[in-house]
């Protein structure tokens, strides 16, 4: 028996297989081959299942996004075959004895660049599409499997750490739960698992090794630890552990319908936080009173080029209908720092966290920027959409997206097209300068949401994604829940609402504090909707609302 520790981050119990996720390594093997006809043979087969997976892309696409969504990955299927790339690759096999990666490697490099170099912007945006496709030949030509997961069984999945990229392609029916060496509680593979419900340790370190790939494994999300090769009595301790939180959720179920209020009398609305139109049937099972947050980043991340407008506009129509009129906030792309999408080539930036990101690019790059907002309200029409910017530091920044909100509704009013009237328009609180100057910033905009994993980060100058720093990363830090105070008090002086969309809205320690300054709303994940309604209904604030207040702002 091995046991593992690190820290949960997402909690639960579940057995199965230990499986490490599979990636391409970054270099390219390059070698002189004997036989070119044999791996000219290779290239083939390759190409050819190239051609079959992205057969398969181009059907999901269609079910879930039609037929321009579809395109895209048609398009792929035929550059595959392109008569001029397919020639380049068999000159550099046959003639120079090249091994087939490296000869798919330097065809797409060679066609990439000459694309790249057309002035024309959609022939050089054509780059991205050679390269995408060589990537994946070059993948299958080394054995790295789709999605990252080969196996017929669900498996516990283990990895370094995962990108937000990487978590969006993951086949999620074979995951039972995941154990990472580095990551850290606000990183996207711990949203990930919380946003699924299944258990997440993160920060095992060198304790998580390679050698014990296919061990049997039991992980206590709640507790941190993995257990490989367990006992007879610590897999049933276990196993009891996994009923007891079972039937705990089923008590939890006679929740359900029960609105969120103390035993006097406040009311606070929780709403669920998702990245894709198939977290939706988890909010409705557990009662979320609406979307708080839905990281569009994450469609951009699922995709191979920029999504189209009809791919996006497919994609929110979905998720507003499906929430039958409740509101949804779809906050605007969030990428850069963390979120990195190679199609956007954007520069390394030597402090990424603080470089161009979210709704700098979106004001820096206004097609992109365009294309989603028009996709935004044309889906209006299908249910109450809420508009949110991120990471927001200046008022001229709301006002200049908002220019933009007012230039796209003036394109569909000519076009014909119809949207909704009443979609409100927020924006998050994630900066230290945006909470101090939520004063002013509350004049322009409907609502705002917090998000306290960048405001800690921001304010307390600390890497979110770094778990080295464990103690030092506390969302709990005066100057972190004073400035969630500020907000909250800036907002309703100007008649607007204030949200927590962070993960710290979930944090049962802080609820009482939440609900005493006046928050009005918390978005979790769908999991965490019933456990903050019982801790909102048990709560009596009274006399404890000054205390926490005092406690807050005193010594
Ligand atoms: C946040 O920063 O708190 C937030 C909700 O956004 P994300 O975690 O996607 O950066
Ligand atoms: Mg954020």
Request: charge should be negative; hydrophobic fraction near 40%.
């Amino acid at each position: 028996m091995i046991t593992i520790k690190g820290k949960g981050v997402s909690a639960g119990v579940a057995a199965g297989p230990l499986y490490f996720y599979q990636r391409a390594s970054g270099s390219i093997p390059r070698y002189q081959v004997e036989d070119r006809g044999t791996e000219w043979e290779r290239f083939k087969a390759a190409q050819a299942k190239a051609i079959e997976q992205l057969g398969v892309l181009a059907e999901k696409a269609r079910e879930e996004a039609g037929d321009d969504a579809a395109m895209l990955f048609e398009t792929h299927q035929m550059m595959c075959e392109d008569m001029d790339y397919e020639e380049a690759i068999q000159n550099a096999i046959a003639d120079e004895g090249l091994n087939a990666e490296a000869a798919v490697f330097d065809s797409g490099e060679f066609q990439a660049e000459a694309f790249a170099a057309m002035e024309d912007e959609y022939f050089s945006a054509r780059a991205a599409d050679v390269r995408d496709i060589s990537r994946r030949i070059i993948g299958i030509l080394a054995g790295v499997v789709e999605g990252g997961i080969d196996s017929d069984v669900p498996v516990v999945l283990a990895a370094d750490d995962l990108a937000p990229s990487e978590t969006v392609q993951l086949d999620k029916s074979k995951i039972l739960g995941f154990v990472t060496s580095g990551g850290s509680g606000s990183s996207h593979t711990a949203i990930l698992a919380r946003t699924m419900g299944i258990p997440a340790i993160i920060g095992a370190g060198d304790q998580l090794r390679e050698e014990y790939a296919g061990k049997e494994v039991v992980i206590d999300g709640g507790e941190g630890v993995a257990i490989l090769d367990a006992d007879e009595e610590t897999y049933a301790k276990l196993m009891k552990k996994k009923e007891e939180l079972r039937k705990r959720q089923e008590l939890l179920g006679q929740l359900k319908g029960k609105p969120n209020v103390t035993k006097d009398g406040h009311e606070i609305r929780i709403y669920c936080n998702i990245g894709d139109p198939k977290d939706v049937p988890p909010v409705l099972e557990n009662d979320g009173g609406g979307i708080g947050l839905f990281r569009s980043e994450f469609l951009y991340l699922n995709c191979d080029d920029y999504p189209t407008e009809d791919y996006q506009f497919e994609a929110y129509k979905k998720v507003l209908s499906d929430m039958g009129g409740k509101e949804v906030v779809i906050r605007t792309l969030d990428i850069g720092a963390d979120k990195m999408i190679e199609y956007f080539h954007l520069p390394e930036e030597e402090n990424p966290a603080l470089g161009n990101r979210a709704l700098r690019i979106c004001l820096n790059r206004p097609e992109i920027f365009r294309t989603q907002l028009r996709a935004l309200y044309r889906a209006s029409a299908y249910g109450r959409l809420s508009i949110m910017f991120p990471m927001v530091t200046a008022v001229w920044e709301v006002e200049e997206a908002k220019k933009m909100c007012e230039q796209v509704k003036a394109e569909l009013d000519a076009e014909g097209i119809p949207y909704s009237d009443h979609v409100d328009v927020g924006i998050m609180i994630e900066t230290p300068a945006a909470a101090v100057i939520s004063d002013r910033l509350a004049k322009v905009v409907d609502f705002f949401s917090i998000g306290t994993n960048d405001l800690t980060q921001y304010t307390l100058a600390c890497d979110r994604q770094n778990n080295d720093l464990g103690r030092f990363f506390n969302p709990h830090h005066p100057a972190v829940l004073r400035l969630i105070k500020l907000v909250a008090e800036n907002a309703h002086k100007e008649g607007i609402w204030c949200g927590i969309c962070g993960e710290l809205g979930a944090d049962l320690e802080l609820t009482e504090t939440f609900l005493s300054i006046g928050v009005d709303e918390l978005s979790v994940s769908p999991r965490a909707v019933l456990p903050l309604r019982q801790k909102v209904r048990e709560t009596e604030l009274g006399a404890v609302k000054q205390k926490l207040i005092d406690e807050l702002m005193g010594d």
